[in-house]
């Protein structure tokens, strides 16, 4: 099975400052990669995804995640957060080979942006 | 319209109570999972089901059960309650689709259930 580790429960920051968010899994088979973000009293939802190809990702709301195989990391970062990226973080990995196709999740990061 | 959709969205209930929430999804996905989120642990895999005749039980399978009544519907129940199932639960739907479609290997997840358990 895989582990995913979120190395930071919270991370503050001020507004138009840069963050990164940071994730590393366990398993050294090939995986897909995801970042969900759950805003306050709301499901979660998809941010970005690597499947294949560039190892950098683009997603929503400007955020980017960088996949690094040797390192079996999969950071989020953002330039310039704003005020409305509060909200919860979770990484999440799925063993490329697998058939069952469940989802293995991190803890979870919580981003808050102050003024 | 929401594509997957949780009912209730919040309930209350008392130890050893029975309590059965509902999932339901327009998606016309195969694949139906049930999470709890519980501060600090992430989302656990509590039950999932490939389809209407497959069911698997996840990491923390013990004291819950589903029922799959159609591919569109997912139900969790909690036969007894206790105290330490008050959590937040997730339903979420996937599609294994073609490699290389949008949406493939990606989940769709409910707007979840808060559940306390006095």
């Known amino acids: 099975a895989q582990s995913v580790t979120q190395l930071d429960s919270q991370v503050p920051v001020f507004e138009e400052a840069p963050v990164e968010l940071r994730c590393n899994y366990s398993?050294?088979?090939?995986?897909?990669l995801f970042w969900y973000v759950q805003y306050p009293n709301q499901g979660l939802q998809l941010l970005l995804k690597y499947l294949s190809g560039s190892t950098l990702v683009k997603g929503i709301n400007g955020f980017e995640a960088e996949f690094n195989k040797s390192q079996t990391s999969f950071h989020l970062r953002k330039p310039s957060v704003h005020i409305s990226d509060t909200a919860e973080y979770f990484c999440?990995?799925?063993?490329?080979?697998?058939?069952?196709?469940?989802?293995?999740f991190g803890r979870g990061t919580q981003l808050t942006v102050w003024p | 319209d929401a594509d997957v959709t949780q009912t209730p969205r919040n309930r209350i209930t008392k130890t050893g109570k029975r309590i059965m929430l509902e999932c339901s999804q327009t998606?016309?996905?195969?694949?139906m999972y049930w999470y709890r989120q519980d501060p600090g642990l992430g989302l656990r895999l509590i039950y999932y089901s490939f389809d209407v005749k497959d069911i698997n039980k996840g990491e923390i399978s013990d004291g819950y059960s589903v029922s799959r009544q159609a591919q569109a519907k997912f139900s969790l129940s909690l036969e007894s309650a206790i105290p330490n199932q008050t959590a937040l639960y997730f339903c979420?739907?996937?599609?294994?689709?073609?490699?290389?479609?949008?949406?493939?290997?990606?989940?769709?997840f409910g707007p979840g259930t808060r559940l306390t358990v006095l």
């Open positions: 998606k016309g996905h195969d694949r």
């Open positions: 999440a990995v799925r063993d490329r080979g697998s058939t069952l196709g469940r989802l293995y």
């Open positions: 979420a739907t996937s599609d294994p689709g073609l490699a290389g479609g949008s949406s493939y290997n990606e989940q769709f």
């Open positions: 398993s050294s088979v090939s995986v897909y």
